[in-house]
């Protein structure tokens, strides 16, 4: 599968953002996704994670509350909301998918993904 990040930008803080995730290729029964970020001089981290079969959702306790992950079926794509966003929030965003459908202890995990899209910047102003 071949994955396309895209709706990345610069926003004030305070100001949301919709980032998508467009998969493409084969297409899995029973999956993981996620969304990744990095910032200058950090480690990538993980975001928000979601799964097949009504897994829930998942999210780092960075974002809580201001963001939120979702899939359109149809359209073989996922999203990233992001809202009151800080500029602490600055960074490269990765979204990730697995065939395997993960258990939450290991949705978090960058070595549970095995496609990866190109990454999206996202910039937020104070």
């Known amino acids: 599968v071949q994955l396309q990040a895209s709706g990345g930008g610069l926003v004030q803080a305070g100001g949301s953002l919709r980032l998508s995730c467009a998969a493409s290729g084969h297409t899995w029964d029973r999956y993981s996704m996620a969304w990744f970020r990095q910032a200058p001089g950090n480690e990538r981290e993980f975001v928000a994670a979601t799964r097949s079969g009504g897994g829930g959702s998942f999210y780092a306790d960075s974002v809580k509350g201001r963001f939120t992950i979702s899939r359109d079926y149809a359209k073989g794509t996922w999203y990233l909301q992001m809202s009151s966003l800080k500029p602490e929030d600055t960074a490269v965003y990765y979204c990730?998918?697995?065939?395997?459908?993960?258990?939450?202890?290991?949705?978090?995990?960058?070595?549970?993904?095995?496609?990866w899209g190109q990454g999206t910047q996202v910039t937020v102003s104070s």
């Open positions: 990730a998918a697995s065939a395997w459908r993960w258990n939450s202890g290991s949705l978090g995990s960058e070595s549970s993904y095995e496609a």
